[in-house]
């Protein structure tokens, strides 16, 4: 099971604001989200141990945290994660609770991440795969002591 950390913004267009308490079972443990004002709306997702940003579609909203296991398993995939911890991953997400953001670092990195994926977007159609992949080689300063961008935070704990 896995903790969607959700901004109140993307918990109201859920439809789902129950906080939960649970404790996440999963190598990466809590995800953050919020929406973006695209459209089609897009989520961005930001894993709060290795800061991995994961973009998806919103709609339709009420299904997409069922949706984020098999989206996050892309973004693994795309970055070379043995399909062993994949499968392992995802099968643990298929089961989640929303609670309200807890770390205000993880929202401000996310803020971030979603004024760099509107710069570098394709406005006519972007390619979400690409972009989440672009984003996770960007330095965050709360990385700088150990691996200094996602992508490298990842691989270090894949290891």
Not at 7 to 30: F, M, N, V, W, Y
Not at 33 to 54: G, H, K
Not at 96 to 114: D, K, L, Q, Y
Request: proline share 8%.
């Amino acid at each position: 099971m896995f903790i969607l950390r959700a901004t109140a913004k993307l918990r109201q267009r859920i439809g789902l604001s129950a906080p939960h308490t649970a404790e996440s079972t999963t190598l990466l443990g809590d995800w953050y989200a919020t929406m973006l004002p695209w459209r089609p709306q897009v989520a961005l997702l930001v894993n709060e141990r290795t800061l991995l940003p994961v973009l998806m579609p919103l709609a339709p909203a009420a299904t997409m945290p069922a949706r984020v296991a098999d989206q996050v398993g892309e973004v693994l995939a795309a970055h070379s994660v043995p399909d062993l911890m994949i499968c392992a991953e995802v099968d643990q997400m298929r089961q989640w609770r929303i609670a309200p953001t807890a770390n205000r670092s993880i929202v401000g990195i996310m803020n971030e991440f979603a004024f760099l994926a509107d710069t570098w977007r394709d406005a006519a159609k972007p390619n979400l795969l690409d972009l989440a992949v672009r984003l996770a080689a960007t330095p965050c300063s709360p990385l700088y002591r150990r691996h200094v961008s996602p992508d490298r935070e990842l691989a270090a704990l894949v290891q």
